[in-house]
Structures are given as C-alpha cells and as structure tokens.
C-alpha cells in the first residue's frame, strides 16, 4: 500500500531547518562578541609619553575564575652617576582596584659614568645600548612598546659644563629614540637633590607597605651622599608646615592622592664635600699647599707623616686628649646656620641610607650584610672613641673621626636628639633602597594620569 506524505512533517523541517541554522548563527555571534569583550578586557591603557604614544598593558588571569587577573607592567630606570651608569629594570603586578607590587628587578652596572664622555660623545652611546640589551632580554617582546624608558643624571652631570651635559643627553635621547620601548620628551633629565629625596621617599615608603595602605603612618628618609644630604618626610603636624622655609615643601601627587612632603637637599653637606670644607679646602680648587688640608679631625697617620699629627694636636695649644672636642668645634663652624632643624622629625620614624649605613657598618654599630637599628648617639659615641684613640689604634681610614663626628652634628642640628632611633637598609625585602624605584613608579603614574585615548 502506497504511503501518504505527511505534509505537516514537511512544513516542520523546513521551518525547523532554518531556524536552527538562525538560533547556531545567533549564538556564534554572541560568543565572537563575548570572546572579544574578554580579549579587550585583558588590556589596560594608559595615556602616552607627551608625543600621544598609546602605552597598553597586557593582563594575565588565572584559569580558575578572571578576577583573579593581574595587570602585569614594566618600568626601566637608568641612574647616570659620577661614577658609573646604571640600569634597573622593574617589573610590577597589580591585582583589580589594588596598589601596584613590585615583582622582580634586573639591575647592571657599568663604568665610568656618562660624564667622562663628555670630551667624546659619541663614545657614550655604546654602553647606554649595551644596557638597552639588558632590557630587551628581561621585558617580553610584546611588552616593550608599552614600557616606559627614562634616564636621570645626578651629580657626574651637574658638575659639567651646561653645553656639555646637554650633548651628553642628546646623545641618550638619540639613542632612547632609536629604542622599541616607550620614550617621551622627557625621557632624560638632570635631577636636582629634592626630586632625588622624594624619589627615595616614594621607594622606602612603597617597599613598607605605606603608601599601600590607606590611613598607615609613612616613614622618613635620611640620604648622606657625597655632594649632598637630602630629609624627606611627610609631616603631620601643621606647625611643621607653616615653620617651613621656603623650598623646604614640595607638592607629590601619587595613586590619585596629593602628599605634601617636607624635603631638602642640602648641597655642599655631603660627606666628601663636608670633609673638604671641615679640612679648609675649597669646592672645586686644589689647596696649593698640603699644609692648608689640617684638620683638628684627621687622623695623625694621614700620609704615614707624624709632623702632620703634631700640627694637628696642636692647636691652640691643646692636645691630643681633647681631640673629638676640637674636631666638633670645627665641624659645628662648618653647619652652622646651614641646616633647618624640624621639631617633628624626633617624632618620625626615619629610614637611613648611604654613607649613614657605611659608616655605621665600617665600625660595627650595624651588621654589614643585614643592615639593622641603632640610635643616633651612636655615632657620638662611636666619634669620641675613634678620635681618642686615634694615636694607639689608628683606625682603617684616616678621616673616620672626622666623618663620624660630622654624621653625630649632622644629624643633631637636623633634629635628632641622642635616643632617637634610625633604621639603617641598603635593602627592603630584597630590593636596592635607591631612588631609581621610586622615579621610575612616579613616572608611571603621572603618565597614568594623563588622559586615556578612545580605542
């Protein structure tokens, strides 16, 4: 028997047919759509350099659910010294709506310092390449367009010539532009002592946790370099404020937050100058006669010449017994009506670096590796003993009675009274304390902050 079409059976798959091929297109679309919106979600932007570049930051998620991601960025900082130039490479994480945590750093060293090219300019490009390779091999390849590249000179260019220091620059400049990594028209520069102070604040106060959590007590910090000494802090009393002199409050704007620090670099303090101008010399011209470099503070067995330790016991016809007072004398002459002292710093925990930590170690007041606490009549303490025994025990460098005697008044006319406690670091949680972290993570924010291009 011959079989009817069933023709309602017919009208369904041919209605159906279409239809399923409308609803798998529908979803295909959704999922392209969705995939998408998830890819675009996996890049943050932040405003370019000054020349407009789009800096993009790439986002890694766990498998496990996507607000677990972590935004995942880098930062390169070359600190152009006296003595060597210097690259760190940072690399930082930061989980949705947090602050910023530091992940790893590549640190290289070479010598000598940009400044001695300055005669030869074009010699100094290939030790700022050699250091660019040092990025290029620590930063992802799909991350160096977006990885900003900054270089600031400290005291080896502040001391040339300003035609000099210029070309040197340029030649860096040249060389950044040439880069693939992110390079504003302000990507090399000559810092002055307060940007080096509140660089340093922001590296301490970032590897404590204070600038982390919101409302926590920020630290202060003590920096003793050759040329110069710097105080940084963030003051809480509005006494402080208005007792201020001017160019002792500078302006920081970080994590959307304004800090108004009290900062100052005092030129001519630090400790290679303070001990020319303590033995009579002067900034920049050689003494034309040995003579003329003796100090109540130095060492008898300076140049292995006891006649210099006669003239320098004798003075005024006192003698030996008295040497870390006549020393002091000599070193008040030298600060005096030089330094502000802040009521506030006593009340301030600070954070000590450089030749505070050397200087501390050299004479076991802190461990040499580790770092560790000690209180401020330490160094008076440690002074008065290596001035009186100078003449039996003469100690490792000739000028230790003076450098310790100058830290003890420093740190005096800066506020400090005996019992107060300074923590001494040239590390926190294994990262260098210097101000390259610091300027690096203020470079990165304020670029975050300048308004983000339309995608």
Known sequence: MRKIPNHGTLRMTKVAYPLGLCVGLFIYVAYIKWHRASAAQAFFTIAGAASGARWTQQAFSSPDSATHSHEVFYGIMFDAGS???RIHVFQFARPPGETPTLTHETFKALKPGLSAYADDVEKSAQGIQELLNVAKQHIPYDFWKATPLVLKATAGLRLLPGEK???????????FKASPFLVGDDCVSIMNGTDEGVSAWITVNFLTGSLKTPGSSSVGMLDLGG?????TFLPRVEGTLQASPPGHLTA??????TYKLYSYSYLGLGLMSARLAILGGVEGKPAEDDKELVSPCLSPWFRGEWEHAEVTYRISGQKAAGL?????SRVSEILRNKVHRTEEAQHVDFYAFSYYYDLAASFGLIDAEEGGSLVVGDFETAAKYVCRTLETRPPSSPFACMDLTYISLLLHE???PRDKVLKLARKIDNVETSWALGAIFHYIDSLKRQKVPAL
């Open 252 to 257: 920081l704007q970080m994590f959307n937050k």
């Open 165 to 175: 220091a210029q070309k040197l620059l340029q030649k860096v400049k040249e060389v």
């Open 83 to 85: 003595t060597g130039t």
């Open 227 to 231: 040329g110069s000494t710097q105080i």
């Open 414 to 416: 800066l506020g400090f």
């Open 324 to 328: 870390y007072e006549l020393c002091a």
